[in-house]
């Protein structure tokens, strides 16, 4: 299997999870993070579900599943506790188009959801291909404490700095070597240690060797850390 790894805009789009046991809650709950609109259908529901219900956060439909359920879904979760009907809500899916994952059997998925590391924007998946989640979630693991909260932090004021760059008329080749540059005199050990003299000193370095220019007065009050 040789799988395509994409990132999908979720957003306002309606998503089915069949199931509402401690795997579906998994599921809902990263879900949650793409403001989707989330539907849920099974007879019994987690007491987190009931939390998120109250919430207002997923729709809930206590009942069995029927295929009519399917009708204009953008993903479909098959995630009861019965491996037939998980298969049977594959088939059905993939018989309309739809993309599904079914956490009892890969070979009834179309899609499966990698682990994931989130830093503020930045999103870091790693995936096994469905051969091995166990290792892939050792692997994230590892990950997690390599890259701290500080990359979500560099994200951020690089696309600060983007947008200010844009706003002077630079374009995205000169953008594109001062952001190089930044990351060549390893800016992100700047925001590890927080301190925003250094910060200001580099980019005024950034300045000089690659736009060979000041850095505008007006720079040094809109690129702090926060």
């Not at 298969?87 to 309309?96: G, H, P, W």
């Not at 760059?165 to 990351?183: H, M, N």
């Not at 800016?187 to 690659?210: H, N």
């Amino acid at each position: 299997m040789n799988l395509y790894p994409l990132m999908a805009n979720l957003e306002a789009q309606r998503i089915l999870v069949v199931g509402g046991g401690k795997v579906a809650t998994r599921k809902i709950q990263v879900l949650l993070k793409t403001n989707a609109e989330i539907q849920i259908i099974s007879p019994e529901i987690t007491q987190n579900i009931e939390s998120l219900i109250s919430e207002k956060r997923v729709s809930v439909i206590k009942k069995h599943f029927s295929p009519n359920d399917l009708d204009n879904c953008a993903l479909v979760f098959a995630a009861t506790n019965d491996p037939n009907l998980n298969d049977f809500i594959s088939d059905e899916a993939i018989k309309r188009g739809i993309p599904v994952n079914n956490i009892t059997n890969q070979k009834k998925s179309t899609f499966f959801v990698p682990s994931q590391i989130t830093r503020g924007d930045l999103i870091l998946a790693i995936s096994t291909s469905g051969k091995s989640p166990a290792t892939a979630k050792w692997i994230r693991q590892r990950l997690e404490r390599e890259f701290g909260p500080e990359y979500g932090t560099l994200i951020r004021w690089m696309s600060n700095l983007r947008h200010l760059l844009e706003q002077k008329g630079f374009g995205p080749v000169s953008i594109g070597q001062i952001t190089e540059y930044l990351l060549d005199q390893d800016i992100l050990s700047i925001f590890k240690t927080g301190d925003e003299e250094d910060l200001l000193s580099l980019i005024k370095d950034a300045f000089r060797s690659v736009l060979k220019a000041p850095i505008p007065e007006d720079f040094i009050f809109r690129i702090g850390m926060r």
